[in-house]
């Protein structure tokens, strides 16, 4: 048995044909392992599947198998511990764990790449590797929509003013609002799931890039390893980074809706709104100024949310005229993907945690909703159930407006003569209906703001989300 391994001398590891070697800068700007290595767990697993798939159709001993089993065994053991040593000079994780595989078993561990390449084998590796993630930020996910649908359910009946255009529109529950997001992150769980199915399909077996003459048995590699399915085109199977642009989207989707939540925060923070208070764990203070606490949390969520469409632009763009089949460019889907899984599963959590432990002043966002003159269109719709056109009660009510805000009162603040002298048809039950309060039961439609109905929603999320 030979024990001279061509991967200890990575010039002689392509070839004889190399007659020099790389330069140190050349060896490190070609380099992965420095990010890639976060891949093996993958890489070992789909070996493992391989080597299996190769003795079960007697193109591996079954010693040879056994003897790839121990070492991997032990590859893993030295990874976990931190004893593994990576070496740059072997350029990514498939070499790596593949030379200290050929220094631990000999033979066998040279025998392993048969009907193989890196190509398949890294695709093959990232779409393992990101499956887990996926799984891990569905669960993310729900712990987040948990966590808003709770601290709903403390406010269904808090009043909100609602805005557009940021200017007072009509009172909502905060509730309400608060199960808006839910709705944002349950679009993202669905997203993600779709793109799931199309991330579990198997490149192994493609091998370099037009498939291979040994009789391997692609679907049992796929059966092992749980791909739903077997890529069917082996020049696509290496190329494809489909899969991580999209989650990328998925992943850049979910951050813009926490921008939107985080950008939400800091207003009703600041002093103007004075709505909310966060938790000082999520805030920090100033070195200059003695008063200050800042929601760093949702400010840095809102920045980060920038760097995850950074990451989708370079995807896209690594991917843009890209010929058949591999290149070397795909080496960069790596960091970006990576950046991106790490941002988005600390963002949720981080953000599952603040939601639970934000404090609601009630009577701020109360008094707010009283300033914009939040029930008009409730008195226009007053009118309506009096006989009057909406147009014409839109108009009635505008002029109703002006008035209070002459006489710098609310329209609850007229008297009822006042009110009559808009439209005769005005009663005492009026002021039932301009109340903030009256405006939010009044909202009784599907997916309305009504108290009731807001409650039908969350008992409808705590369904879904279990637990
Ligand atoms: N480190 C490489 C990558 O991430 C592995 C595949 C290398 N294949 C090759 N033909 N050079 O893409």
């Known amino acids: 048995m030979s024990h001279a391994n061509p991967l200890d001398n990575k010039a002689q590891a392509w070839s004889a044909l190399f007659s020099e070697p790389m330069s140190d800068l050349v060896q490190r700007y070609t380099a992965s392992v420095f990010f ?124 909100l003013p609602g805005f557009t255009h940021l200017q007072v529109a009509q009172p909502v529950s905060f509730g309400h609002h608060l199960l808006a997001y839910v709705e944002m992150f349950a679009r993202d769980a669905e997203r993600l799931a779709d793109v799931r199915r199309r991330v579990n399909r198997l490149p192994l077996g493609a091998a370099a890039l037009a498939g291979t003459s040994y009789p391997l048995d692609r679907e049992r590699v796929a059966r092992t390893l749980g791909f739903e399915a077997v890529c069917q085109n082996s020049l696509d199977a290496v190329s494809d980074r489909d899969f991580a642009i999209e989650f990328t989207a998925a992943a850049t989707l979910c951050m813009v809706h926490v921008s939107r939540l985080s950008e939400e925060l800091i207003l009703w923070m600041s002093q103007a709104f004075g709505f909310i208070d966060l938790p000082d764990r999520f805030c920090t203070g100033s070195s200059i100024m003695p008063q200050k606490k800042n929601p760093d949390v949702p400010e840095l969520a809102r920045g980060k949310t920038g760097r995850v469409v950074g990451h989708l632009m370079a995807l896209v763009t690594l991917m843009k005229g890209q010929p058949l089949a591999y290149n070397k460019d ?44 939040a029930t008009a269109t409730d008195l226009a719709d007053y009118l309506v159930k009096k006989g009057l056109p909406f147009r014409d009660a839109h108009e009635t009510v505008a002029h109703a407006v002006k008035t209070a805000i002459e006489q710098g009162v609310d329209l609850s603040g007229l008297s009822l003569p006042a009110l009559q002298a808009f439209h005769p048809t005005i009663g005492e039950d009026v002021y039932a209906v301009l109340s903030l309060r009256g405006s939010l039961d009044a909202r009784q439609v599907l997916g309305g703001t009504a108290p009731q109905q807001v409650r039908l929603q969350i008992d409808r999320h705590r369904a879904r989300l279990g637990g």
């Open 330 to 373: 795909n080496q960069e889907d790596k960091e970006p993907l990576f950046d991106t899984v790490d941002t988005l599963k600390d963002t949720l959590r981080i953000f599952a945690e603040l939601v639970a432990g934000l404090t609601v002043r009630g009577e701020a966002m109360e008094r707010a909703a009283l300033k914009g003159y």
């Open 36 to 159: 890639d290595q976060r891949l093996w767990r993958a890489d070992i697993e789909g070996s493992l599947a391989h080597a299996e798939m190769l003795a079960a159709q007697g193109i591996l001993s079954a010693d040879d198998h056994a003897a790839i089993v121990r070492g991997m065994a032990q590859i893993m053991a030295e990874i976990e511990s931190g004893a593994f040593e990576w070496k740059l000079a072997l350029e990514d994780v498939h070499l790596n764990i593949e030379a200290r595989l050929t220094q631990l078993v000999g033979n066998a561990g040279k025998r392993l790449h048969t009907g193989r390449s890196r190509n398949d084998q890294v695709a093959t590796d990232v779409r393992l590797w990101l499956r887990g993630e996926i799984d891990a930020i569905d669960a993310l996910l729900v712990a987040l929509q948990r966590a808003l649908v709770d601290t709903a359910s403390r406010h269904v009946d808090q009043i």
